[in-house]
């Protein structure tokens, strides 16, 4: 069963940067099959996709985001991480790493990490 | 950007009664790049639908979806009370930018 996990400081100073990192277990993350996602949701909002990377390191932003935004993969140790610079208050949220599947035209985020929530404040 | 506006913000109904929830896209969407996921307090979203109507691994089948274009719609045809939760649309467009609807609260009549 494949499982995803989230690790990094649950709390981060305003200006700082934010790095967590995602761990996939019980499956690899160089399948040509999937992309890897985060995804974030502040206290009692909606979701928002913060943007994807492919094994091979490709990677895709939101558009509102791309200035601030930085994933990586590591596939020695099937891992792959969000850094968000500059972050304030509004960047407070759970960040939820995510697989997207992509068979054939379909594409769908299938399995989900539990979150970590992430607090700016000094 | 490709918005979709999900409708009602929040429904309320009593279980064993049919629920319809409602995507809406700000441009055409295909129908495999189209899913649905529901959230309940303090977990992560599941899948329930993709391709716009194909149910994922273990989805019950009073969950279908149904729609093309710029409408799409989630059913859930007898609501049990395990079913009362947050449900979210979700799109795959050009370039790769994925975008979400802001969410339909379904709630306890």
């Known amino acids: 069963q494949l499982q995803l996990q989230e690790s990094g400081p649950g709390l981060v100073k305003p200006s700082e940067t934010l790095s967590l990192t995602c761990t996939v277990s019980g499956g690899s993350i160089s399948s040509s099959s999937y992309y890897w996602g985060w995804i974030r949701q502040p206290p009692g909002k909606g979701l928002e996709w913060i943007g994807s990377?492919?094994?091979?390191?490709?990677?895709y932003y939101n558009p509102s985001l791309k200035s601030r935004v930085t994933i990586s993969v590591d596939t020695s140790k099937n891992q792959f991480s969000l850094k968000l610079s500059s972050v304030t208050a509004a960047d407070t949220a759970v960040y939820y790493c995510a697989r997207l599947a992509k068979y054939f035209r379909l594409y769908y985020f299938d399995y989900w990490g539990q979150g970590t929530l992430v607090t700016v404040s000094s | 950007e490709i918005v979709l506006t999900q409708s009602p913000g929040t429904l309320s109904l009593s279980p064993g009664e049919r629920a319809t929830l409602s995507c809406r896209a700000s441009?055409?969407?295909?129908?495999?790049?189209l899913a649905w996921y529901q959230q309940k307090p303090g977990q992560a979203p599941r899948l329930l639908i993709y391709g716009a109507s194909s149910r994922a691994t273990g989805i019950p089948d009073r969950f279908s979806g149904s729609g093309s274009g710029t409408d799409f719609t989630l059913t859930i045809s007898r609501l049990e009370p395990e079913d009362f939760a947050v449900y979210y649309c979700q799109q795959y467009g050009s370039s790769h930018q994925i975008t979400f609807g802001q969410g339909t609260r379904l709630e306890i009549k």
């Open positions: 441009q055409s969407v295909s129908s495999s790049y």
């Open positions: 990377i492919y094994y091979s390191g490709s990677t």
